[in-house]
């Protein structure tokens, strides 16, 4: 993988991360409601574990679907993907509801997975994927994949927990209700933008 490539997969890691949609609110939320920064700290890796799940199975669709697609047309595929959610999920407003936060950890991570795939996490690596199965063969793509899947992860992991433990120590919930910033529509925004420039690309 390219040092250009990895870093740009590390830093959508890190945009999820950031992104209060994709778990860490709830996992502060889990911590508080029992005032035990213990749950949150269990939370955290279940939370990463569904958006690794969510990231991985459109790793290995992409990886299955370039052996009869040729890699031209995914890449086309996928940027109207890219836009047609991002505008959806930007003109939207429609937002999923969990009934209760008494959940298992394995609830959780279900929970996490319905959420990251919701709102298309794994969609902006698209163009990733596509790369590795244009460059290689089908084994390559689904190793490659899976362990841009993983790293992906990993830089989400880090950050979704140190903001839950920053907010949960430092701030609390009433700083969020003070200066909140719509981070699902910056989502939206740069899912229409990825999938404008992977058409371009791939043109």
């Known amino acids: 993988m390219l040092p250009v490539t990895l870093a740009a997969v590390l830093l959508l890691g890190a945009f999820h991360g950031l992104n209060p949609a994709m778990g860490w609110l709830f996992a502060v939320a889990r911590g508080l409601q029992e005032r035990s ?51 959806w999920r930007l003109l939207s407003k429609r937002h999923f509801r969990w009934v209760g936060m008494r959940l298992s950890l394995w609830q959780l991570t279900c929970w996490s997975f319905l959420m990251s795939s ?17 460059e ?12 841009v899947a993983l790293y992906h992860t990993l830089a989400m992991f880090a950050v979704a927990g140190t903001v839950a433990v920053v907010v949960y120590k430092v701030a609390g919930l009433t700083v969020l209700r003070r200066a909140w910033v719509n981070v699902d529509r910056m989502w939206a925004v740069a899912l229409v933008a990825a999938g404008a420039v992977t058409l371009v690309s791939a043109v």
């Open 118 to 134: 919701a709102h298309g996490a794994g969609l902006m690596l698209i163009p990733v994927f596509t790369g590795l199965r244009t």
């Open 37 to 87: 920064i213990d749950r949150l700290l269990q939370s955290i890796p279940m939370i990463a574990l569904g958006h690794l799940a969510s990231v991985a199975l459109v790793a290995l669709v992409v990886a299955a679907t370039g052996s009869v697609v040729t890699g031209t047309v995914l890449a086309v595929g996928g940027g109207v993907v890219l836009v047609a959610f991002g505008l």
């Open 136 to 147: 290689g063969h089908p084994g390559h793509a689904v190793s490659g994949g899976l362990g």
